[in-house]
């Protein structure tokens, strides 16, 4: 501590004498956070996008109030929105919809887009989404980049601790008519050391089959490249169109957290969009959109001793999954002025493919399963919300949408045969108030219903086992989700500082949740959950450049039907940083609280986190078009455990392995923008 004022005493003084302030960031980000996002809403700004050192979008969301994250190795953050996680929750990159081919989800949707590729994050919590299909808990919407106006060029290179490197340029031209943006990023790292000194793939015991051999273990945790461009042309004054496509080839991805470690994980997204304003004194905008992405996933374990458990047995690997998911969908959609309000709404279709086939030794001989057997899920969905001022302090905001959907399984397995297939028909709607009885408060209340139909895992995944290996199965009776949710919100805000808090409950009726039918078999099946949580964030601005910030999160979930609490749900985690910044030069130092978690599910032999604290501390320096950042983060080497960075059976690698955090890592970024 007494470190850190000295430096900060020293930027203080530093500061004061030699570079006068001429930016704002924080303040402006203040007033953004403090009067402009509805309650339900946050954000990723762009200085925290442009300052993180985070490896891919779902690690740097995590500094949001409520929003945490599954690890299962050095990247591949997988979003979890209070205790919402996987289809629970919608994770969309310019509408678009995008799932991971992995069944064990090392390739989760937020994995599929760069982090150099960021604009902006943009998070809702609660039902509230009606634009999308299946924004049960919530939703997380990426912007990607566009084009600067004239021409312009962005690089930025990171080195950090265990030969981390993020680096990525983009070049792009905007003119009156045309624009285009080209982008480019590369990413590699070694295995990350935890905080006792040892590699994070180095948790296994002498005899684990899951242990990784030892020419692996110390070998790189991912390289990923990922190239991108976009055409943007204005055919009048008052429409638009564009065409993006992304290409991202990850390679060697380790996950000690499975039994298996990815080959390659390759994407193609394809996105179109047109859209007109300003057509009439009614019609405020149309929008159109189609798009295509597919994802390849190969795994298999053969970097593992389950591999080659003897020298005299030569095989490549003894268990492979490889994987593929397609998506084709499109959206129309309009904006009418009506009355004193707006309406928005639209139709949508989209349609997946997702097939998985796993070949094992042993007892299987290698013969191909139809893990996901080939299934295809068709989805229409058509949604009005219509936003009225009642008074001119009180916004009243309500929509409905419907969606109907068919999934179907081309191909059988031991689960079910060729041709299953089920249909589901969901309402989802909500009503939101917003009411600002003073100038700098504002109260919201939200009452939401929102649905998620089973996906083809849950449904039909086939994993059989020899006893006592665990079997793990779908389930084909599964119904969809419905969550009735209520929000309450509340921010103060003034010229230099807000304080927000929000508090919700939800009901849950036929929740998905992952259980033991015996000591050989794990499957899902619907019960009735509840979900509480509450979160608070408040940014202040002090006298002579310094910021403070702090942040609470707490969620609580319940199987009713068990009287359990439900499985991976975080604890109880706040955080507090303290920041100088005069525009030019910024230091700051966080702490990271998180209390122990002992709600856990015995059902699934969930076991308890315990708590844990961090300390980080970043500087940073703007000069002309460079800016140059460093920070150290974890500086005391703590040995910890996140409570939602392990799975169980089957998807863990071995009773009671778990995966420590990152210990002590450094980090150095140069960007460069002309
Ligand atoms: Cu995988």
Redesign the pocket.
């Given at each position: 501590m007494n470190l850190f004022f000295t430096i900060l005493t020293c930027a203080v003084v530093f500061a004061g004498v030699v570079v006068p302030s001429f930016a704002e960031t924080v303040l402006d980000e203040i007033t953004v956070r403090g009067q402009q996002e509805p309650a339900q809403e946050e954000s990723l700004t762009v200085r925290e996008i442009r300052e993180s050192p985070a490896r891919d979008m779902g690690e740097a969301i995590k500094s949001i109030e409520g929003v945490s994250c599954v690890r299962k190795g050095a990247i591949a953050n997988d979003p979890v929105i209070r205790g919402f996680q996987k289809d629970n929750i919608n994770v969309l990159v310019d509408g678009v919809r995008i799932h991971g081919?992995?069944?064990?989800r090392?390739?989760p949707p937020s994995f599929h887009v760069d982090f150099a590729e960021v604009e902006k994050v943009r998070v809702v919590k609660g039902p509230y989404d009606l634009a999308n299909p299946g924004s049960m808990g919530g939703m997380i919407d990426v912007t990607t980049r566009k084009p600067r106006q004239g021409w312009g060029g962005d690089l930025a290179l990171t080195y950090g601790s265990w030969d981390t490197i993020n680096a990525s340029a983009i070049g792009s031209y905007g003119g009156d008519r045309l624009d285009a943006l080209l982008g480019y990023a590369y990413k590699y790292s070694g295995v990350p050391e935890a905080g006792n000194g040892k590699l994070i793939t180095d948790v296994y015991s002498a005899t684990s089959p899951n242990r990784y051999r030892s020419n692996a273990v110390d070998s790189h945790a991912y390289e990923i490249n990922t190239g991108w461009v976009k055409v943007g042309f204005k055919p009048t004054a008052n429409s638009r169109t564009d065409l993006a496509y992304t290409y991202q080839d990850a390679d060697h991805v380790l996950?000690p957290y499975?039994k298996?470690d990815?080959d390659y994980d390759r994407t193609n997204r394809l996105n179109w969009n047109y859209s007109i304003k300003d057509i009439s004194a009614t019609l405020r905008e149309v929008k159109l959109q189609t798009y295509w992405d597919r994802v390849g996933?190969l795994?298999d374990d053969r970097l593992r001793m389950s591999s080659n458990p003897t020298p005299a047995i030569k095989r490549p690997y003894s268990m492979q999954?490889d994987?593929r998911t397609e998506v084709i969908g499109g959206k129309a959609s309009t904006t009418l002025k009506l009355g004193q309000g707006e309406f928005n709404g639209g139709v949508d279709y989209y349609n997946r493919n997702w097939d998985a086939l796993n070949q094992r030794a042993g007892y299987f001989a290698y013969r191909t399963l139809n893990m996901i057997p080939d299934v295809y899920v068709d989805n229409f969905g058509i949604h009005g919300e219509y936003e009225y001022p009642l008074a001119s302090m009180l916004r009243i905001k309500g929509g409905i949408r419907g969606d109907f959907t068919w999934v179907k399984a081309d191909h059988g397995n031991t689960l079910v045969p060729a041709g299953t297939n089920t249909d589901f028909q969901n309402v989802s709607a909500n009503l939101q108030l917003t009411y600002a009885p003073v100038k700098g408060l504002d109260l919201y209340l939200g009452l939401g219903r929102g649905t998620r139909t089973p996906d083809p895992e849950e449904l039909y995944i086939d994993v059989p086992a020899a006893a006592p290996a665990v079997s793990w199965k779908g389930n084909p009776a599964l119904k969809s989700t419905v969550n009735h949710q209520a929000d309450l919100g509340m921010k103060f805000s003034g010229e230099r500082f807000y304080l927000s808090a929000s508090l919700f409950y939800s009901d849950l009726t036929d929740y998905v949740n992952f259980y033991s039918v015996s000591s050989t078999v794990k499957s899902y099946q619907n019960i009735h959950a509840s979900m509480w949580g509450a979160e608070l964030g408040s940014q202040i601005a002090l006298p002579l450049d310094i910021y403070l910030k702090g942040a609470l999160t707490y969620t609580e979930g319940e199987n009713l039907s068990s009287g359990r609490p439900l499985s991976e749900i975080p604890p109880l985690r706040g955080m507090v940083a303290i920041r100088y910044d005069n525009g030019v030069f910024f230091a700051e130092l966080a702490e990271n609280l998180t209390r122990e978690q002992d709600l856990v599910d015995s059902g699934l032999n969930e076991q308890r986190t315990g708590g844990w604290a961090t300390t980080d501390f970043k500087l940073g320096y703007s000069f002309r078009t460079f800016s140059f950042f460093a920070g150290v983060n974890n500086i005391f080497d703590k040995y910890y455990f996140s409570h939602l960075s392990y799975l169980r059976d089957p998807f863990a690698s071995g009773v009671g392995v778990k995966i420590p955090e990152n210990g002590r890592n450094f980090y150095l970024t140069a960007t460069y923008r002309f």
């Open positions: 081919a992995c069944p064990s090392m390739d996950y499975l298996m990815a996933h795994m999954t994987a």
